[in-house]
């Protein structure tokens, strides 16, 4: 293996490291000793390998899981989310919050701003990739509620509330009980904001009747799909998708579906932090 691999492997282990203990204390000195690299040079290394400093990387994690639980909880207490993130008060938390997005914890709790959330969310890119290891099955044809978002992608998460919101009022499709998934008709990375398009869907048994959020009645059809799962955030659900059609699929003699890429997500945050979902990418196959 080239040293430059290597390298990257060690901050690898720190990227890791970090998401799996936001929760507790976190020093350079026991960092570095994740990392195998000296102490007195790790917080150097760190800033140059990520473009960003150790200290503000475990901050704006820790300020990204209580975004979602500011937006996906309403009913709990900032101040919870605030000490569970490890500020030491809730004031401590408003600074840090609105330094980093422009408002506070409740404003953006009622009125989130997405646009420069998102983009004080392009953390470092990871080099990590899943293993390819992929399946083919046969799907079974799923009716689903259907919320069409069309928009910019960092949108999405406003549909999300709109589409839990119909979930909650409907009861048609808990989500403890049915299948959630993501229909992804574009790729973000090439699609001008405003063209593009992605279903949110909830698994159901009975017809959607009309209702305020526009939900609406569809089916992901039945058939055959190759099947890869993404361990960690949806964020870098990339490094799954690319490598199937890239790799994959070429190698494969297999030929595509006429019906999109979709998502099956085994969990949802704030339910468990980034690092902990998983969710199953579906290619459709003839």
Known sequence: MDKARTYEQRFDRVFRYIER?????????????????????????FSLYAGIGVFAYIRLLRLKHASYRLLYRQEERVID??????????????????QMFGQSPSQFRKSPKWRPWKERFRL????????????????????????AHRGAPEQLDESALRFIEWRKQSGLSPVKLSLTFGVAYDDPEVTEPERFRFDIC????????????????????????AVVRHLGSHDEIGRSVYPLYREWLPKSGEELRDFPLFFHYLNLMPDVPAHELVTDVYLPLK
């Open 124 to 147: 470092p890119p990871s080099e990590r990739r899943n293993e390819m290891d992929v399946k083919i099955v046969e799907f079974p044809e799923t009716r689903v509620a259907v919320l």
């Open 21 to 45: 203990h936001l929760d507790e204390p976190l020093t350079v000195e026991r960092l570095s000793r994740v990392a195998h690299f000296s102490k007195f040079h790790f917080h150097r290394q």
């Open 202 to 225: 909830g698994e159901v048994t009975q017809t959607v009747p009309e209702n305020p959020q526009g939900v609406v009645n569809g089916v992901i059809p039945g058939g055959r799909c």
């Open 81 to 98: 989310i605030a000490l569970d993130a490890g500020f030491e008060s809730p004031e401590a938390f408003a600074r840090a919050f609105r």
